[in-house]
């Protein structure tokens, strides 16, 4: 079942309150004969309209004291949640950094190996070229020194890559 709000209960006790005031003003105003009658028995309710008026009063203190309550558990929540949301930035940027670092490593490594495969097919070719025997003057030997040039090129390549590839490793451990 479900329970009535409290909006609705604050406006069914204000309800209540205004019939029964009206209830009494007509009940009084039938009941007593002329007006300084009615008029000194609703002096009588002066003790009590103070008395409510002081019970309000206390209210609306308490009310200040519990909203100054919820605004100090706010404060305490907001700087919590700013505290996960600094843990939080500084995690991704780790994690940033540490992608960043593997990206870098894959790239050298697709490199690497496509450096080494086309050092492979230039050893195969140079093979291939020197078990025939090649005259002095042929037009050949200008190709078997371009691919031996080339080899060389690609052994520093991939020297300087491995040297590249060591100082990362070793930066990040």
Do not use: C
């Not at 209960?9 to 009084?28: E, K, S, T």
């Not at 949301?85 to 540490?98: D, G, H, I, M, P």
């Not at 690497?112 to 291939?128: C, F, I, T, V």
């Amino acid at each position: 079942m479900k329970r009535p709000s409290h909006a609705f209960i604050a406006l069914a006790v204000g309800v209540l309150i205004l019939a029964i005031q009206v209830a009494v003003g007509v009940d009084a105003f039938f009941a007593l004969p002329d007006w300084p009658t009615r008029g000194q028995f609703g002096d009588v309710f002066g003790a009590a309209n103070a008395l409510f008026s002081g019970l309000a009063f206390t209210g609306l203190i308490y009310t200040v004291f519990l909203q100054r309550e919820e605004l100090a558990l706010q404060r305490k929540e907001l700087e919590l949640t700013r505290q996960e949301l600094q843990r939080t930035a500084q995690a991704q940027e780790q994690s940033e950094v540490a992608l960043r670092s593997q990206a870098e490593a894959a790239s050298l490594s697709a490199r690497m190996g496509s450096a080494g495969a086309l050092l492979e097919h230039y050893r195969s070719e140079l093979k291939q070229i020197r078990s025939v025997v090649i005259p002095g003057n042929d037009p050949r030997r200008a190709v078997i020194r371009d691919l031996e040039s080339r080899e060389r090129a690609l052994l520093q390549i991939l020297d300087g890559m491995y040297e590249q590839l060591t100082f990362q490793g070793g930066r990040n451990e």
